[in-house]
């Protein structure tokens, strides 16, 4: 089993900047990706970005061009920097990753506790 473990948001004006942070722990013996979602109050949870360890990226359009994914492939840990941020990039943030346990292992998708990011004045 593994574990992620959200870090960051909070309450940000319009057009600053967040950091959010998530790291993967307990049995982690390949990470085929790690990304971020996020759900707004009465919507559907969309994707933001999503990364690989060779540093493929996906981002979405909402996003494009304002944030940025990374990965320490060392640290198991996934960084999400959005910046010029705006009141509907309010929402609460998911942390995701596929992770095996073993080399021989189907992949398991888990998903963190989620992080309340508001921009608002």
């Known amino acids: 089993q593994a574990q992620l473990v959200e870090s960051g948001g909070g309450l940000v004006q319009p057009g600053g900047s967040l950091r959010l942070s998530c790291a993967a722990s307990g049995v982690v013996f390949r990470i085929n990706y790690m990304g971020w979602y996020r759900q707004a109050p009465g919507k559907q949870r969309e994707l933001v970005a999503l990364i690989t360890p060779d540093d493929t990226t996906e981002y979405a359009d909402a996003v494009e061009g304002r944030s940025t994914i990374s990965i320490d492939n060392v640290k198991n840990t996934v960084f999400l920097q959005v910046n010029s941020l705006k009141p509907e990039d309010t929402a609460v943030y998911y942390c995701?990753?596929?992770?095996?346990?073993?080399?021989?292992?189907?992949?398991?998708?888990?998903w963190g506790k989620g992080t309340l990011v508001t921009v608002s004045p």
């Open positions: 995701n990753a596929e992770i095996k346990s073993s080399l021989v292992s189907t992949p398991v998708k888990y």
